[in-house]
């Protein structure tokens, strides 16, 4: 079983940054894609970015391309979301996901093996 630990969740104005983490522990699928998904009161969970962490190859929600982006850093079991040009509609709790195959890309809850506990991100407008 791997478990997933975010952080890096918070407070900013529109227009501001933050860097969420995810850092993976116990039995790591190592070469497992994992992804970003956010929740917004109210709403379904939906898919953000995901990772191939073997090829380097990414994914992206259309409402995020341009101002996120995905990255892992193997080395330390983590993946990074760096958010930029936020708005007020990526407000949310953020989850990580590890894919539940070695070859597929974790772009719907689905396709998602684990799920870390989630971290607030709060855009004001």
């Known amino acids: 079983q791997v478990q997933l630990v975010e952080s890096g969740g918070g407070f900013v104005q529109a227009g501001g940054s933050l860097r969420l983490s995810c850092a993976a522990s116990?039995?790591?699928?190592?070469?497992?894609?994992m992804g970003w998904f956010r929740q917004a009161p109210g709403k379904e969970r939906e898919f953000v970015a995901a990772?191939?962490?073997?090829?380097?190859?990414?994914h992206y929600a259309a409402s995020v391309k341009g101002r996120f982006t995905i990255s892992n850093d193997n080395a330390k079991n983590t993946v990074y979301l760096q958010m930029n040009s936020l708005k007020p509609e990526d407000t949310a709790v953020y989850y990580c996901a590890v894919s539940r195959a070695s070859i597929v890309m974790p772009v719907s809850p689905p396709m998602v093996g684990s799920w870390g506990q989630g971290t607030q991100v709060t855009v004001s407008s």
């Open positions: 990772i191939n962490r073997s090829g380097g190859s990414t």
């Open positions: 116990g039995r790591t699928f190592s070469t497992y894609p």
